[in-house]
């Protein structure tokens, strides 16, 4: 799983390294000072270390909590994210990840006590409701059979009501959450792209029945769920059904068919579609790691610093994609992120 582990000098002796190195006694382990060392060094290739990536076990230092950006969630109660890790198992080509980082190993911030602390008293600080984002710089179920995360940080929202966290994911590593009793403020939102953007473009992610199926035993268990339609890129030469080619609203319409016919829209929590927006000196990093990818020759224009992919009658489209949710969802179950 992981080429090496590397585990801070200050982490090192707690209960939950300890707990976590135990499960892998055949990888190196490998003490640093901290794990900037290692992570942020100069001359590393973000597309040769996703190969055989290393775990790095650290503490995270300073704002554990943060500002959720503009336009990212389904509220418009406060908004924030936390970062327990940092990078995804996964290898999905758009993801803005290979341009934000030098390395592709994983950092796993082991202090969740400090994040709690931190939650608890962003929560205390808000005078209403409130929307905490895990996911964000990470899948967070996906490492979670070595993580923990869910039987950490679940019991920590539910002592507070008023906040919904939302835990965003293409994994099917679920059985932590089914082990455990659904709360009511906790949603688990999955990422969905058609089978053709899928097999291009998500390396290493679960096939899509497979992701259906793991939301599906999530809604049955009484978790409240939600569909992320997300990152949309048109254009009909990248969705392929056999040798024949189909256009964006066709492939969307078989995927809407299919995660409907096995997740009840009925009880879904919230339902997104979003663009490809990539922040610019991302996307600069990302070409030059992959100069010879189809999906960035494609046309650009950027907005506000982000770049996306020029489309014909982006609006027009965009409408005709949502009239075929409408099919399925209510309107007020969907939102456009921006």
Same mark, same amino acid.
């Given at each position: 799983m992981f080429s090496a582990i590397y585990i801070e000098e200050e982490v090192a002796d707690t209960a939950r390294v300890e707990s976590i190195l135990q499960k892998f006694p055949d990888i190196p382990q490998i003490r640093c000072e901290r794990y900037a060392e290692i992570f942020n060094r100069k001359a590393q290739n973000f597309r040769l270390q996703k190969r055989a990536p290393a775990l790095i076990l650290a503490k995270k230092y300073g704002k554990l909590v943060l500002p959720a950006p503009a336009g990212y969630g389904f509220d418009a109660s406060a908004s924030y994210y936390f970062s327990h890790m940092l990078n995804c198992v996964y290898d999905c080509r758009y993801c803005f990840l290979q341009g934000m980082y030098r390395s592709a190993n994983y950092v796993l911030f082991t202090n969740y006590e400090d994040f709690g602390a931190a939650i608890d008293d962003v929560i205390a600080q808000s005078s209403g409701s409130s929307v905490f984002y895990s996911?964000?710089?990470?899948?967070?179920?996906?490492?979670?059979?070595?993580?923990?995360?869910?039987?950490?940080? $679940?019991?920590?929202?539910?002592?507070?009501?008023?906040?919904?966290?939302?835990?965003?994911?293409?994994?099917?590593?679920?059985?932590?959450?089914?082990?455990?009793?659904? $709360?009511?403020?906790?949603?688990?939102?999955?990422?969905?792209?058609?089978?053709?953007?899928?097999?291009?473009?998500?390396?290493?992610?679960?096939?899509?029945?497979?992701? $259906?199926?793991? /939301?599906?035993?999530?809604?049955?268990?009484?978790?409240?769920?939600?569909?992320?339609?997300?990152?949309?890129?048109?254009?009909?030469? $990248?969705?392929?059904?056999?040798?024949?080619?189909?256009?964006? /609203?066709?492939?969307?319409?078989?995927?809407f068919i299919e995660v409907f016919e096995k997740i009840d829209p009925s009880t879904v929590h919230s339902v997104s579609t979003g663009l490809f927006r990539v922040p610019l000196s991302y996307y600069k990093n990302i070409v030059k790691l992959y100069p010879d990818e189809a999906l960035f020759a494609r046309q650009t224009e950027t907005r506000q610093g982000l770049v996306l992919f020029s489309i014909d009658r982006e609006s027009e489209q965009l409408e005709a994609l949502e009239k075929l949710l409408f099919g399925f969802i209510n309107r007020q179950q969907y939102y456009r992120c921006a």
């Open positions: 996911g964000y710089d990470c899948d967070s179920l996906a490492l979670d059979p070595v993580s923990n995360f869910c039987r950490f940080f $679940i019991p920590e929202f539910s002592r507070h009501p008023q906040a919904t966290l939302e835990v965003r994911t293409k994994s099917t590593q679920i059985r932590h959450l089914l082990e455990m009793q659904p $709360i009511p403020n906790c949603v688990i939102a999955m990422s969905f792209t058609p089978e053709g953007a899928a097999a291009r473009w998500e390396h290493k992610v679960p096939a899509i029945g497979k992701r $259906i199926e793991a /939301l599906g035993k999530l809604q049955k268990a009484g978790w409240k769920v939600a569909l992320r339609f997300e990152p949309i890129i048109f254009g009909s030469e $990248i969705f392929e059904a056999g040798a024949k080619a189909i256009d964006t /609203l066709a492939a969307y319409r078989q995927l």
